[in-house]
């Protein structure tokens, strides 16, 4: 089953944000989230809030689900009263592509009609290559989505069978040469590497086949074995090896190497983009700190400061809304503290790094220490190319991420 929701504190059954959360509304970006969790079958790594047919049976439907988005995304409009135009829309999940176009044109419509979108925003869906189609990609060019993210996650066919991942190794490559042939000129694919049994040579094939697609953005993801996954199952009874840390940090120099010299240069530890114009700014919106709404069973929204999630069930989900409540299970209120350690866990991971100035005096002795190390770029901490100092990782940096951010929050 998919992950449990932190504990948190009570949430407000009308979803009434403090004061204080909604007293710089509109000064930061703002974007909205849309979970969508229906899956056709459920892939062994995942644990992400998802629900096959089989598992939910009768007690919800895509159509009970859009119902509830609908009313949620009226709520969010009353909560935060005169709510900012969306600067950018993700619709994720589970398989978003499930719903058709017109599902995801139905979607698009319920945020236009709450909270509205910007002129220039940016509207991502995640699809399955396999739910796909060059109609599909033109119907929902036509509703107004701008960006799509395919998730292909290898070309070998016995890594994907260990993944369980249903699509044929040459389809996620076709599905972006429709998606562009349809006028997406921003096409993202995900990767997935060091799953059990990945050599060299098929991560290799699959960097071909990224390559060959002619996207313009990458996201290459370390495999994570999550507790409770059927994966985790497998390992732990013996029937697969656990990804080793060394073999992992080997695959994402090849990951690198190969994305860098084919012009896809990363501008975070794990993205790669041809330039800033191919940037997912949603994802920007939430490694800068910026404000968004999380739609749908089990998402997680922010604002303010003000951190909540909702009910993981769809059923659970639908009846809340219907009955008039919010359908957030909990919520925190971040501290100052909480603050400042999670933007420089956060920022830490852009390629534009972290300003100096935000760390305190320990911190900066140990940016200091960092760039002596070779974590940190010591020409980019000295402010060489700017007026202002930055901590900006080294390629050995980002193998150690989280050590850094230990070091400097």
Known sequence: MPSVLPPGEPAPADGALPPPALAALG?????VYVHVPFCATRCGYCDFNTYTAGELGTAASPASWLDGLRAELDLAARVLGTPPAAGTVFVGGGTPSLLGADGLAAVLDAVRSAVGLAPDAEVTTEANPESTSPEF???????????????????????LRVLDRTHTPGRAGAAAGEARAAGFEHVNLDLIYGTPGETRSD?????NAVLAAGVDHVSAYALIVEAGTALARRIDRGELPAPDDDVLADRYEQVD????????HWYEVSNWATGPQAWCRHNLGYWLGCDWWGAGP???SHVGG???????????????LAEGRSPAAAREVLSAADRQVERIMLELRLSDGLPVDALDGAGRSQARAAAAEGLLDPDALAGVH????????????????????????
């Open 257 to 264: 190497s190969a994305l860098s010299a084919a012009g896809l």
């Open 27 to 31: 000064r930061r970006p703002f974007g």
């Open 298 to 300: 089990g998402a997680h």
């Open 386 to 409: 700017g007026a202002h100092g930055r901590c900006v990782l080294t390629f050995r940096g980002r193998l150690l991420a989280d050590a850094v951010v230990r070091r400097l929050a």
């Open 203 to 207: 991560l290799a094939a699959s960097l």
């Open 137 to 159: 990609f033109a119907g929902i060019r036509a509703a107004g989505y701008t960006r799509v993210s395919l998730g292909m996650q290898s070309a070998a066919p016995h890594v």
């Open 306 to 320: 003000v951190r909540w999630w909702n009910v993981k069930h769809p059923a659970r989900y639908a009846e809340l």
